[in-house]
C-alpha cells in the first residue's frame, strides 16, 4: 500500500483522496490550517508551516511519494527536500517554478510560441510608471506570485486607477506584470493528465464563465467547433510535454474574436487563441468531470501518482454544467455556517452537491459546487440558474 503525501489540505486534495481511497492507497496532508476540510476527514493530517523545513523534510519521508494542490510553496525548499530525501514529488518543483509566477510563466510561453496576451515585469515603481505609458488602457495589472481567484489584480481603465493602484501597492511594493486586457468571447481549460512514461492524455474541453474573476460555472460539452477544441487539446499537450510534467497540467485559455495587431498566432474560425495560465494540479473547472466523464481529474492523478496505466477520459451523454456554491449562499447559525439544501427537492436535474467542509463561510470563498445533467445545453444552464436561486 503506498502512501501519497498531499501538500494543502482544502477540497482539491479531499477530492483527490477520495480517489486514491478507490485504489487502496493511503494518504496523509500538510496544511497550516488546522481547520482545513483534509483536517476534518482523515487521521493522516500534519499541521506545519510551508517554511519549516524539518516537519516538510519528515513529511516526504513518511510520504512514498508527494503531490501539492496548492502553489505557493517555495519551489528551492521542495527541491532541497526532493533531493535529500528522494520522495519524487509530482509534478516537479521545476514545474512549480514556471507556474507559480505569472512572469516566469508568461516567458515560458512567449519563448516557445505558445499564443500569450502582451505584458511586462514591472520590479519596482519606476518600472511601473515607464511601463504604465506603454499600455493602452484598459489593461491588468496582477502580482506575479500568490495571486487567486482575481485576488491581486487591478484592472487599469484610466490614468486615476493607475494612481490609485501605486498607492496602494507603495505600502508594500510586490513585483507585478502588466498584461493586455483581451476582448473575450469566451475562457477554456484543458486538462492533461501525462504519467511518468510520457503517456498523455486530455480530458474534454471546457467552457468557463467567470464572475467577478472567480470561476462560475462549467459547462460541457463545450460550446465550440470541433476543430477549435482539438486546437486547445493540441496546444495543452504541447505544453505539457515541453514542461515535461508528470501529474496533471491544467491550461486556462481566453478566446477572442476580435483581430489585435499583437496577435501573431494562428487564427481558427474566427477564434483567436490566448493561454491565459497554467496549474500543474486538479483544477475548479475540472470538478465536472467527477459526473460528465468516465475518469475525473481525481481519478487521472490517482493512476499517475500510484503508476497504474492511464487512459483517455471520455465524455458521458448529454450536457453538464457545474456551479460553483460560494460563502454568500451559507447562512451563519450561532457560530456555524449552513447551507439549505431543502432547494434540490424541487431540482431534480441536479445531480450532485459536494460541500467542502469548510468551517468558515466568506463572501467568495469556494465553498462547494454542483452539477446539472439536461439533454440540452441552455437547460443545463438554466437548471443551474434556477438551483442557485432557489438556495437564496
Ligand atoms: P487567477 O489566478 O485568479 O485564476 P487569472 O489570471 O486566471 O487569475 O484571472 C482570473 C480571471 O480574470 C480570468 O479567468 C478572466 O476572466 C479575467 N482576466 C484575467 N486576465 C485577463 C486579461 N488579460 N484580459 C481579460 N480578462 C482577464
Ligand atoms: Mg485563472
Redesign the pocket.
Known amino acids: 500500500m503506498k502512501t501519497v503525501g498531499v501538500l494543502g489540505g482544502g477540497q482539491l486534495g479531499c477530492m483527490l483522496a477520495d480517489a486514491l481511497f478507490k485504489l487502496g492507497a493511503k494518504v496523509q496532508f500538510y496544511d497550516p490550517d488546522p481547520t482545513s476540510p483534509a483536517y476534518f476527514r482523515t487521521q493522516s493530517f500534519v499541521q506545519g508551516g510551508w517554511e519549516d523545513k524539518k516537519k516538510l523534510e519528515e513529511f516526504f519521508a513518511t510520504s512514498d511519494i508527494v503531490t501539492y494542490e496548492f502553489e505557493n510553496v517555495s519551489v528551492n525548499l521542495l527541491e532541497e527536500i526532493v533531493q535529500k530525501t528522494g520522495t519524487q514529488l509530482f509534478p516537479s518543483a521545476q514545474v512549480l517554478a514556471t507556474t507559480q509566477n505569472r512572469y516566469l510563466e508568461k516567458t515560458f510561453l512567449k519563448n516557445n510560441d505558445f499564443p500569450v496576451?502582451q505584458f511586462a515585469l514591472a520590479k519596482n515603481i519606476h518600472e511601473a510608471n515607464i511601463i504604465s505609458q506603454k499600455f493602452n488602457f484598459p489593461y491588468?495589472i496582477?502580482t506575479a506570485t500568490g495571486?487567486?481567484?482575481?485576488?491581486g489584480?487591478w484592472l487599469i481603465k484610466n490614468k486615476e486607477d493607475f494612481e490609485s493602484f501605486i498607492k496602494e501597492i507603495s505600502i508594500k511594493f510586490v513585483e507585478i506584470i502588466f498584461?493586455?486586457?483581451?476582448q473575450?468571447e469566451l475562457?477554456a481549460s484543458c486538462i492533461v493528465a501525462r504519467n511518468s512514461n510520457n503517456k498523455a492524455v486530455c480530458l474534454p474541453v471546457f467552457e468557463?464563465v467567470?464572475k467577478n474573476?472567480i470561476l462560475y460555472n462549467t459547462t460541457l460539452p463545450a460550446h465550440l467547433p470541433i476543430s477549435v477544441q482539438e486546437k486547445l487539446k493540441s496546444i495543452a499537450l504541447k505544453a505539457a510535454n515541453k514542461l515535461n510534467v508528470t501529474g496533471l497540467l491544467t491550461t486556462?485559455f481566453?478566446l477572442s474574436r476580435k483581430i489585435n495587431p499583437y496577435y501573431k498566432f494562428e487564427c481558427i474560425e474566427g477564434y483567436y487563441i490566448y493561454i491565459?495560465?497554467f496549474a500543474p494540479r486538479p483544477h475548479n473547472s475540472g470538478h465536472i468531470s467527477l459526473n460528465a466523464c468516465n475518469i475525473s481529474q481525481f481519478n487521472a492523478l490517482a493512476h499517475i501518482l500510484l503508476n497504474i496505466p492511464l487512459q483517455t477520459p471520455k465524455l458521458n451523454d448529454g450536457f453538464y454544467c457545474m456551479g460553483n456554491l460560494l460563502g454568500d449562499t451559507w447562512i451563519e447559525q450561532g457560530n456555524k455556517y449552513q447551507l439549505n439544501l431543502n432547494a434540490w427537492e424541487k431540482n431534480p436535474e441536479v445531480i450532485d452537491v459536494v460541500l467542502y467542509g469548510k468551517s468558515e463561510a466568506k463572501k467568495n470563498r469556494k465553498m462547494g459546487h454542483f452539477v446539472t445533467h439536461s439533454l440540452n445545453r441552455e437547460q443545463s444552464i438554466l437548471d443551474a440558474e434556477k438551483f442557485r436561486s432557489d438556495l437564496n
Not at 179 to 182: A, F, G, P, Q, V
Open positions: 496576451c491588468i496582477k495571486g487567486y481567484d482575481g485576488k489584480q498584461e493586455e486586457k483581451i473575450i475562457e468557463n467567470h474573476h486556462e481566453f491565459n495560465e
